[in-house]
């Protein structure tokens, strides 16, 4: 497959703009400046993009939402938080390849009729912070941002917002509230970020990766993207894979490949001859699939239908040594500290969580235990202000589901056969 | 006071968005960067420059992981041992730097040259384990590695 | 219009609602937590989660709007599940420690877990713990037992403005901090307290001392502090004031309160109060009995009225004492006394700037009320910090600009410097320039309305002798903003009208509220000032506005008061003093002021006090000035006695009593004793039947009655006949030619934890605000090489004064301020005046100041 996201990601110097457009790079841009702001909003539309930061929402019907009103101002974020562990796509193409994304920015922009979009990164990638400003200088001074791009007179700026270590920040309205200079707390949705968000204004998030597929789809028509991946979900997608494998990495696959085939075919199989055990194929934050059920096409539709989600496309491959009670204490530990506070289930409920399957790793289980873990987990899902919680519990009915046993024994016998 | 160079820096930061509310976090990366961590002295600059309540400022601050309440040391080791790092042997590496450097996790060594947070995914993942220290990215850790790393930093 | 069907009930809305505020209408009940009706919707505790056909998940009620066709379920099984859920997460890590908790009894926590909780805890890990803080004066803080409903915080910082707490931390980790994490550098509003629905922060005045169901009972009435006459409820057990709390949806304050209404109520219990007469003897004040002082005061009066006539006595009202003390004392002064030389501390300031005003405006000028602010486009706020002379008012102010309108401010306002668009410092004495060029350039942009032909005529003269255009920073602005404004009200603080040239100022503004057709709000430090004036405690006008040279007016009251008014305008306050200096005046009688200490030049003051044959004060304390005296008579206070009040917005309102005290007697009998034993009767039972007579003679307050005052909406011209005067000349501008050199300027603090000097014997406010300070600016500070808390000597042409130096970041110029609230400490001492010729207000000459450092 040609690769779109990852193009040119090989060449040492990629994240300069004369390489950048040495292959082509804001070429989509002048293309897209020749275009009416609503044939590039068909074109989007036509090509079935949904958004990568993990919802799916498809990215035409955000927009248009967003365009409703041609009055207000409104201003575009580029979600660039990239929390969920086990994430690390959004990384190459910040570090290697920001002038996609930039140019990505800049015809969104121009689409939305927005001038100001700003990327809220995550505090922990300052070098591609420092990649990023670098790049929109560059872009600045050969006029593809500024006051009048190409001489079009069309207007779109751009600025880093360095967030400081608070995965819910992830969430577009606590993003939101980011970049406003307050804590991240989610917002009460609606209104939604559409109609009112940032300063209060219509304000569209996608996340990085959404983005960086613009210039192909202005290049190329949303006709031909439609045609990588399958039938709801097209384009390509980038699959991190972390964990037992031999070759881990981020990969640009074809959305719906199956999640057998990522593991296998493109990260190597299982390291040290190992057997796979269990699969967390979305981030942390979805529910682990045991071994025999990998045979799902990595996609928006089919993932719910395996028992799990897509999530971010982040896929953490365990092997037999792995003990299933400590990943899940880990993920636990996690949510507790990630916890934004708002709400009680969510503050309350993780840190519970957490504690009985500390005591339960720690040999001090008590018989009742798993019942209470799935009793409280049962407590948390669904009665959360946003979906972080959800994912707290999920993960944990998620292990019950099908690795019970294996609490169990661990209540029972005060620990386990498994190296880690 | 901060002087006027930093006053300038924030000012600039500032105009970059609509509410001047927008420029506390990297004001608070300022500060930090001027006085090694946010004193309640430093908030209140930031506060004060930004004309906003201390007491937000604060709050703001201490929501944000990244931002350090207490003194660290001259080099910041911020080791990863969420699930994929963990999986790869990342919280073995923590019992190493605590009896190689005399760091534990929110702590400092007693030379004042390294302190320890534990961090949750710094999106390293495919070359766990993983860390950064200051502001570098570190992975495909080792003790060995971490040896020959932390050499650098003295 | 919406329906929905709540619990098969149908309900139809005719506004937007959420489906809690739909269901709490059609009397449904949906437990909450971090729901507060004064507060937006926040969504955290997940209690008020429902049912809601066609909806996937639970929806929290508080933030689901109503739509049309919704079928919500409030109560089922699966509702009440995760009721019990969430309220066992609360638990697991709250301390459970209700037996020794305050808050039991109407703790919203206990109770829900009354209602829905689990009775059994499966948490066995050890909670999470935070030590108690007690190092805050006012506020104990308990985050033990916090739910973080974040009702604390939200209350703080989106009602309040002050922003002074906040959650620190995120996760399990969050906890209620004011920056310091210790003490609470704030404006001690305790809004807070009134939100927190768990025992996590509790006022350190009453905490183990009672329980909330042993309160004996709950008086609902008014505050006694300031001129914007806040609701509240007193708590009574033993016929003590346990607690003061505001009432949500209660009274113009809407449940708000600020420091002093509800930490200042203790110095009614005070052990200083004064329980019986005392008379002078061999020059020593001593105990003695209530006939025999008030033997002494009629005699002594009859003697000086008798040999020197009526115009040698004089009388000094109180903006602190109720309308009907104040009329009976008016009433005593012409009747007994024989004399119109009545006037109150409200001259100095309200009282002078409300007459000029009406003369020019109309009557009922002032009466504007509060809550209109919020809706306002533009502020204008000058004079004076409104969120510390009038607090709930200063809040209307912040809300109005979370509206999104516009504040200018001219001079220093430490409460708006996060809400104001605009601020111009002019220096001082250049305040009356500003507004005349501001005045001019209005005009000269809008022409004149030709409606009132003496501020028609006035302007014009006024721009015709205008010098150049005026060039200050941020004056175009405030012209522009002032210009554009569909709806501008103007805050009127008294200190830049307290000058020698004051009513150069007074006509700009009057001018300027005319052009702008603007309204206009008269700062009020005292519960009473309009009061004073409407009862007629003044020397030119008889109860409800009628002037003494009105003859008509004049004989209606002598018939119904069966007797001879005096003819002549009596003097004003300081004209009173005056006057006991030249020996004019040879008996005063002071009810509830304290001239010694409330007026500029206190050697002057005290002096020309003394120098009287005779000086009778009615107070509740020995103040400065009844030191002096040569009969004290004890009077009773707040709470104390029932009695009605008029606010800035000339709203009269009830002050109930609460308990019972021998204390004093209330100070409209004790003057009603002397008038009879002075040959003028007065019967009168209660001080409703004063009312009754008020009511009857004046023709502004027919047919008031306790009744209808105590609905709370009793608003100029009540029921009665305004007075529509006009004048057909602006009142001539005396040229001063004050020009002032010095370096730094000394001002009047007006701070928000005191009142007077009242407030100096609530032991709360003396916790929060102990000893005062010099505020000096950052600038001044730098000039002068000093720090935060240096010891300095500050001098003015009368005296001078040691004291502690705080750096006050709001102050913009070269004033440098003190308070006059501190017992022998207060500013005025320092301080000398001229009497504004045209207002009678004190120009607070002699502020250079010079500062030495120690
Ligand atoms: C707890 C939480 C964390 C999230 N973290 C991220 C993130 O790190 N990066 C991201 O792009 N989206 C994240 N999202 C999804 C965003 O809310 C939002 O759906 C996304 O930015 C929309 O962009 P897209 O439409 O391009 O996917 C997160 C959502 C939740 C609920
Ligand atoms: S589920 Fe609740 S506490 Fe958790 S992150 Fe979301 S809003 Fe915050
Ligand atoms: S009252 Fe609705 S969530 Fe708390």
């Known amino acids: 497959m040609e690769k779109i996201l990852l193009k040119n990601i090989d060449n040492p110097n990629s994240a300069d703009i004369n390489e950048y457009i040495k292959v082509g790079g804001y070429g989509s841009l002048s293309k897209a400046l020749n275009m009416q702001p609503k044939e590039i909003l068909e074109e989007v539309k036509k090509s079935g993009l949904r958004g990568r930061g993990g919802a799916g929402f498809p990215t035409g019907m955000k927009w248009s939402f967003a365009i409703a009103d041609p009055n207000f101002p409104k201003y575009l974020l580029c979600n660039a938080d990239e929390g969920e562990p086990g994430t690390f796509k959004d990384r190459p193409i910040l570090e290697k390849n920001p002038h996609l994304l930039i140019e990505g920015m800049a015809i969104s922009g121009y689409v939305l009729g927005s001038e100001f979009g700003y990327v809220y990164l995550r505090g922990e990638y300052p070098y591609a912070k420092d990649v990023l400003n670098k790049a929109i200088k560059q872009a600045h001074e050969k006029n593809y941002l500024g006051d009048n791009i190409l001489g079009k007179g069309i207007r779109f700026h751009l600025a880093v917002y360095q967030g400081a270590g608070a995965y819910i920040c992830g969430e577009e309205t606590a993003l939101i509230e980011s970049i406003e200079g307050r804590k991240g707390q989610p917002r009460n949705k609606p209104p939604f970020p559409v109609n009112a968000g940032a300063w209060g204004l219509p304000t569209i998030v996608n996340n990085v990766e959404t983005l960086s597929n613009l210039p192909y789809i202005v290049e190329a028509g949303g006709e031909a993207y439609s045609k990588t991946g399958n039938k709801d979900c097209s384009g390509p997608k980038l699959f991190c894979v972390s964990g037992c494998v031999n070759k881990p990495g981020v990969f640009e696959l074809p959305m719906g490949t199956s999640l057998r085939d990522i593991i296998y075919k493109h990260a190597g199989g299982i390291k040290d001859g190992k057997k796979l055990k269990a699969v967390i194929p979305g981030g942390i934050s979805t529910p682990v699939l045991p071994a025999d059920s990998i045979d799902c096409a990595m996609d928006f539709v089919s993932m719910p239908k395996a028992g799990s989600m897509l999530g971010s496309g982040a896929v953490i491959v365990m092997d037999e040594s792995v003990c299933m009670v400590r990943v899940t204490h880990r993920a636990l530990k996690f949510f507790e500290h990630e916890s934004c506070g708002k709400c009680v289930p969510c503050r309350e409920g993780t840190e519970w969580l957490r504690k009985i399957l500390e005591r339960i790793e720690n040999g001090k289980g008590r018989e009742g235990d798993v019942e209470l873990l799935s009793d409280v987990a049962g407590n948390i899902s669904g009665k959360t202000f946003c979906p972080l919680g959800d994912g707290a519990a999920g993960v944990v009915m998620g292990m019950l589901k099908h690795f019970r046993n294996e609490f169990e024994e661990h209540v029972k016998n005060g620990n386990c056969k498994f190296q880690i | 006071m901060f002087n006027e160079t930093v006053l300038k820096e924030i000012n600039e930061i500032r105009a970059k968005y609509p509410d001047r509310r927008s420029a506390l976090l990297p004001s608070l990366y300022i500060a930090q960067r001027e006085f090694g961590w946010l004193s309640h002295e430093a908030m209140q600059f930031v506060a004060r420059t930004l004309n906003l309540p201390e007491a937000e400022v604060r709050g703001t601050a201490s929501f944000y992981a990244m931002f350090k309440h207490k003194p660290v040391g001259r080099n910041l080791i911020q080791l990863c041992t969420n699930v994929s790092c963990m999986i790869l042997g990342s919280e073995g590496l923590l019992d190493f730097l605590n009896k190689r450097y005399g760091v534990e996790p929110d702590g400092t060594s007693g030379d004042g040259r390294f302190s320890l947070v534990i961090m949750e995914c710094i999106g390293a993942c495919g070359t766990a384990p993983a860390m950064l220290v200051n502001t570098d990215f570190h992975d495909n850790l080792t003790e060995q590695r971490i040896e020959e790393i932390l050499e650098k930093y003295k | ?582 020996k004019k005046i040879k008996a005063l009688y002071i009810m509830g002021e304290n001239p010694v200490f409330n007026l500029p030049n206190e050697s002057f003051v005290s002096e020309a006090l003394k120098s009287l044959d005779f000086l009778v004060v009615q107070d509740i304390f020995l103040t400065e000035t009844a030191e002096i005296a040569d009969v004290v008579l004890p009077a009773l206070g707040w709470t104390e006695k029932t009695g009605t009040y008029t606010n800035l917005e000339r709203r009269i309102q009830l002050q109930k009593k609460a308990v019972e005290t021998s204390n004093g007697m209330e100070d409209w009998k004790i003057i009603a004793e002397i008038s009879n034993k002075m040959g003028y009767r007065m019967n009168f039972a209660d001080s409703k039947e004063v009312m009754d007579e008020i009511a009857k003679v004046s023709p502004l307050y027919r047919d008031l009655t306790y009744q209808e005052i105590s609905k709370g909406n009793c608003l100029w011209p009540y029921n009665g006949e305004p007075l529509r005067g006009e004048i057909s000349e602006a009142p001539a501008v005396f040229k001063t030619a004050n020009e002032y050199k010095g370096d730094f300027y000394l001002a009047v603090e007006k701070p928000l934890f005191h009142s007077g000097t009242l407030s100096r014997r609530s032991p709360a406010l003396m916790k929060i605000y102990s000893e005062p300070a010099l505020k000096v600016s950052v600038k001044t500070a730098e000039k002068l090489g000093l720090n935060e808390g240096d010891r300095v000597q500050f001098f003015t042409q009368i005296g001078s004064k040691e004291a502690i130096v705080s750096i006050d970041e709001s102050i913009k110029d070269n004033r440098v301020y003190y308070s006059n609230n501190f017992k022998g400490n207060g500013i005025f001492s320092l301080l000398t005046f001229n009497i504004d010729k045209l207002t009678k207000m004190p120009g607070l000459e002699g502020c250079e100041v010079k500062i030495k450092k120690l």
């Not at chain 3, 004079?383 to 509206?403: C, K, S, V």
């Not at chain 3, 009513?503 to 008269?522: C, N, Q």
Request: with cysteine.
């Open chain 3, 1 to 582: 219009m919406i329906t929905l069907t709540i619990n098969d009930k149908e309900i139809t809305l005719d506004k937007p609602l959420t489906v809690l505020e739909a269901a709490r209408q059609a009397g449904i009940k949906i437990p909450t937590l971090c729901y507060h009706e004064a507060l937006k919707p926040y969504g955290g505790c997940r209690l008020c989660v429902v049912e809601v056909e066609r909806m996937p998940r639970l929806q929290t009620a508080c933030t689901l709007m109503a739509a049309d066709g919704m079928v919500v379920k409030t109560e089922s099984d699966t509702v009440s599940k995760v009721r019990r859920g969430i309220l066992e997460f609360l638990l697991i890590n709250h301390p459970l420690d209700c037996p020794y908790c305050d808050k039991a009894g109407e703790c919203e926590l206990q109770d829900l877990v009354n209602k829905y909780g689990p009775t059994v805890g499966r948490y066995i890990e050890e909670k999470r713990r935070v030590p108690e803080s007690h190092k805050d004066e006012i506020f104990t803080r308990n985050m033990s037992r916090c739910v973080v409903c974040t009702r604390c915080v939200r209350m703080c910082g989106d009602v309040q403005g002050a922003s002074a707490i906040s959650i620190m931390g995120r996760g399990n980790r969050s906890r209620m901090e004011p920056f310091s994490a210790e003490s609470f550098n704030c404006e001690y509003c305790g809004n807070c307290l009134t939100v927190c629905p768990v025992g996590a922060i509790l006022s350190r005045l009453y905490i183990h001392s009672f329980r909330p169901w042993q309160v004996d009972k709950e008086v609902e009435t008014i505050c006694s502090y300031c001129g914007v006459g806040c609701s509240l409820v007193a708590q009574v057990r033993d016929d003590a004031i346990k607690r003061v709390i505001p009432r949500m949806g209660f009274g113009l304050n809407k449940g708000l309160l600020c420091s002093r209404g509800r930490f200042g109520y203790e110095y009614i219990n005070s052990g200083e109060r004064l329980k019986t007469p005392l008379v002078r003897k061999d020059g020593k004040l001593v105990e003695s009995t209530w006939s025999e002082a008030l033997g002494i005061v009629a005699d002594k009066l009859m003697k000086v009225k008798n040999s020197h006539g009526g115009s040698a006595l004089a009388g000094i009202a109180s903006p602190r004492c109720s309308n009907e003390d104040n009329y009976v004392f008016q009433k005593f002064m012409r009747m007994a006394c024989g004399t119109n030389n009545i006037d109150s501390i409200s001259r100095t300031g309200f009282a002078a700037a409300q007459k000029y005003f009406e003369d020019l405006l109309g009557q009922g000028t002032t009466a504007n009320i509060i809550e209109g602010l919020k809706n306002s486009e533009t502020i204008f706020i000058l004079g004076g910090d409104p969120t510390a002379i009038n607090p709930i008012l200063g809040l209307a102010i912040r809300e109005a600009a979370r509206r999104g309108a516009k504040i200018a401010v001219l001079g220093n306002a430490k409460g708006l410097e996060r809400f104001k668009t605009l601020q111009l410092v002019p220096s001082v004495f250049k305040e009356a320039d500003v507004l005349e060029a501001l005045l001019n350039e209005i005009y000269n942009v809008k022409g004149l309305r030709g409606e009132n032909p003496a501020l028609d005529k006035g302007i014009r003269a006024l721009y015709e002798k205008a010098a150049a255009a005026f060039d200050m920073q941020g004056f175009d602005n405030l012209k522009k903003i002032l210009l554009d404004s569909a709806s501008t009200a103007v805050v009127l603080g008294m200190d830049l009208l307290q000058r020698t040239d004051g009513h150069r100022s007074l006509f700009a503004i009057a001018g300027l509220i005319y052009l702008l057709e603007a309204r206009l709000y008269l700062l009020s430090e005292k519960p009473n000032e309009q009061g004073v004036v409407d009862t007629g405690c003044v020397p030119d006008m008889l109860p409800g506005g009628r002037p003494l040279g009105i003859h008509d007016f004049k004989r209606k009251f002598e018939a119904a008061w069966n007797g001879v008014i005096p003819e002549n305008e009596g003097l004003t306050l300081l004209e009173i003093i005056e006057g006991a200096k030249n």
